[in-house]
């Protein structure tokens, strides 16, 4: 159409797989939901049509330009959610506003850096405080945000050791009941951590921390008795904690040690769930400085984006 504009926005220095995903998926969901045509050549991306149109797509592109020039890995979910980021006017660059929070991982050419503003919190106070407790549902990058900054933490000498624990409780299942020693029954509950682990640092390097114990992965029992110095320690699904188990974890912390407890309250699995330790410190701790909490929401969400809409229906289930 002849009043069609349009817009161009370097692409310089950003890799055009990354941007564009599989089969363009990216561009083309980005030019499905935006009304706009969109193309990739040479170091520029263009985007044509309607002056509104253009208006509207631009900052998303922006965006999502940005977020692959710092080697994330892009799919039609972080469209979609860029575009309702700007939709609720919560459209913030990467690149924008004072001391944005990236995380460079050593030994891997990738940068981990927040997706939504409640992340870029999340790391901020994770920055800024010594305990941070993060609560909030599934999928919103608790852990995986935590974990991250331990190895930044690690690589940069702040600490000596990252030490990772999870309760092992029973989720539906008797640990009894399963195969195995004691190591194997607990392992399927720290998988989740090893996972993490193991998307941040090569495997090789993860096994040799394993081994010389610079990085510990273990059920939270075996904390008791100790003093965790010169430490990054991450409390994940502290909502399984009990209050005595928690008291006990945030008594371990020694010199020159931070802490990160993560938890989701709707997720609780203890039989009594007044008991869980991740309550009590919501009721107790806030006030007390270097203590930061921070809460994520569904809009944190940056999985499927089927995620999102699951945790709302549960939530309004909830609410009667």
Do not use: C, W
Not at 175 to 182: E, I, S, T
Not at 275 to 288: A, H, N
Request: charged share 30%.
């Amino acid at each position: 159409m002849s009043d069609d504009v349009v817009h161009r926005l370097s692409v310089e220095g950003v890799d055009p797989l990354a941007l564009a995903g599989v089969n363009d998926a990216n561009l083309l969901e980005l030019a499905r939901r935006l009304g706009v045509r969109v193309s990739l050549r040479g170091d520029s991306l263009s985007l044509a049509g309607s002056t509104a149109a253009i208006e509207k797509a631009s900052p998303v592109a922006q965006a999502l330009i940005d977020l692959a020039r710092m080697g994330e890995n892009l799919d039609v979910h972080d469209v979609e959610r860029l575009i309702v980021d700007e939709e609720k006017g919560e459209l913030g660059r990467p690149s924008a506003g004072a001391d944005p929070v990236k995380i460079i991982l050593p030994g891997l050419r990738r940068v981990i850096q927040p997706k939504t503003a409640g992340q870029r919190e999340y790391l901020r106070s994770i920055a800024e405080h010594d305990i941070v407790i993060g609560i909030g549902p599934a999928g919103t990058g608790k852990t995986y945000l935590a974990v991250a900054a331990a190895v930044d933490a690690l690589a940069r000498k702040r600490v000596r050791r990252i030490i990772l624990a999870r309760p092992a409780v029973e989720a539906g299942e008797n640990l009894g009941f399963l195969p195995g020693d004691l190591q194997e029954k607990v392992d399927p509950y720290l998988r989740p951590l090893y996972d993490a682990l193991e998307d941040m640092m090569p495997r090789e390097r993860v096994q040799k921390a394993l081994e010389t114990r610079t990085i510990e992965i273990a059920p939270l029992a075996y904390m008791r008795g100790r003093t965790l110095s010169d430490a990054f320690v991450i409390l994940d699904e502290a909502q399984n904690a009990t209050g005595m188990q928690m008291k006990m974890f945030l008594t371990r912390l020694g010199v020159n040690s931070r802490a990160v407890i993560t938890g989701d309250k709707t997720q609780i699995d203890l039989p009594n769930r007044e008991d869980s330790g991740l309550l009590q410190v919501e009721r107790i701790l806030p006030g007390i400085e270097g203590i930061g909490f921070l809460y994520l929401g569904d809009a944190d969400v940056v999985r499927h984006r089927l995620v999102r809409d699951i945790i709302r229906a549960y939530a309004e289930d909830a609410q009667g």
